[in-house]
């Protein structure tokens, strides 16, 4: 058997564990541990580690730039495709679908399968590229979810300072952020991992180690399809996808990238789950609002969570695809193909329904004649 379809098999044992143990271990705070315990210790042990190995030099440090400008594209993107599905853009669920579609959550849907198919020095670009994602993710979107709180009025000096210092406070002491910037100030003096005593060096290794799996593991215990909204949703993240593929395979061709394992990064750190920050910023907001009994919402945390529920398993079905088939989505043209597949599926829900509108409407219409020749008759 081929050696990524037998990772990718085993992948899939895994996430099928996860949902096997759903009954022993519900949604809550057992759950939530098994989280913290990847982003904290797990995840930050693997980045360190694979940052360590390899060297850091001028390209390495556009990656997290190039994140960045994804990210906007994507935020100015998005609303076209809440239009295209028929999401009022201005609403509070459309307003949640503005902040947590342009977001990336690498840590648990492409990390893992980057160090696993791709190997350290890819999982160290994906590890840079995460620190513009996550300025964006903890930054651009805090102040965005903000502005859409708060009435211009609303806005003092003294509050809006004090919450940015706690964002910046946030970014500066979260472990993964805390571990690439220790691992890139020792690589800057020329410290790797062979310099280490050997009890850290393995202690890390052990560390890095149990990463995947319980990644693996967690998706399967986080997955919640919902049937209400998940059609819509499924449409949305469809379309999210494929505008991804097409955005990077854009990329691609204009700079003229040939590095097999670079444009795998590229595309897969690019169809990453949506993140969990803005949701954070998004429940933070509703919380202030019940407070001050607002009867207008500015978000909809239950549609949040329902986008959250169903980008996981569908970032990490289409990314365990793509590297599953080794160098085969490397070719732009195959690249527009899956993305003009992920368009097609995306499109059917909208053409559908609006289908469906017209139908409602001409036989609306059509009753309306006969009473009104019924009532001309008598």
Avoid at 28 to 42: M, Y
Avoid at 221 to 245: E, G, H, P, Y
Avoid at 326 to 343: D, K, P, Q, R, W
Wanted: charged fraction near 15%; glycine fraction near 6%; proline fraction near 3%.
């Amino acid at each position: 058997m081929n050696g990524a379809l037998e990772k990718t098999i085993s992948f899939l044992l895994f996430i099928l564990i996860g949902i096997l143990l759903k009954k022993k271990i519900p949604a809550g705070d057992q759950t939530k541990g098994l989280k913290n315990l990847i982003l904290t210790i797990a995840l930050p042990a693997t980045i360190f580690i694979a940052l360590l190995k390899v060297k850091i030099n001028g390209d390495l440090l556009l990656f997290p730039i190039l994140a960045l400008g994804f990210n906007a594209i994507l935020f100015v993107f998005t609303p076209f495709l809440l239009t295209l599905i028929g999401i009022d853009k201005n609403s509070a669920n459309g307003k949640t679908a503005k902040l947590l579609i342009p977001s990336l959550a690498p840590g648990l849907s492409c990390f893992p399968f980057i160090l696993e198919f791709l190997g350290d020095a890819s999982l160290a670009k994906a590890a840079m590229a995460d620190l513009g994602n996550k300025f964006f993710v903890l930054f651009l979107l805090y102040l965005v979810a903000l502005k859409w709180h708060y009435n211009q009025a609303d806005f003092t000096a003294n509050s809006l300072k004090s919450k940015l210092k706690m964002l910046l406070k946030t970014m500066a002491y979260e472990p993964v952020n805390l571990f690439i910037f220790a691992a890139l100030i020792l690589v800057g003096f020329g410290i790797t991992l062979d310099k280490f005593p050997n009890f850290l060096s393995i202690t890390l290794t052990r560390l890095s180690f149990v990463m995947t799996p319980l990644v693996l593991i967690f998706i399967g215990l986080a997955v919640k399809i919902k049937k209400k909204q998940f059609f819509q949703l499924f449409s949305l993240l469809l379309l999210r996808a494929a505008f991804t593929l097409l955005l990077i395979a854009g990329i691609i061709f204009f700079i003229d990238l040939t590095i097999a394992n670079d444009i795998l990064v590229m595309i897969v750190f690019a169809l990453s789950a949506c993140s969990f920050w803005p949701f954070a910023h998004i429940s933070a907001v509703n919380y202030k609002e019940e407070k001050e009994n607002t009867k207008s919402k500015t978000f909809n945390t239950n549609f949040a969570l329902s986008i959250l529920a169903l980008s996981l398993p569908i970032s990490v079905l289409l990314i365990l695809g793509i590297l599953s088939t080794g160098e085969t989505f490397v070719s732009i043209g195959n690249l527009l193909i899956l993305s003009g597949c992920l368009a097609f599926v995306g499109i059917l829900y909208p053409l559908v329904k609006a289908f469906k509108k017209s139908t409602s409407t001409e036989k609306r219409n059509v009753t309306k004649t006969k009473k009104q020749l019924i009532t001309d008759q008598q």
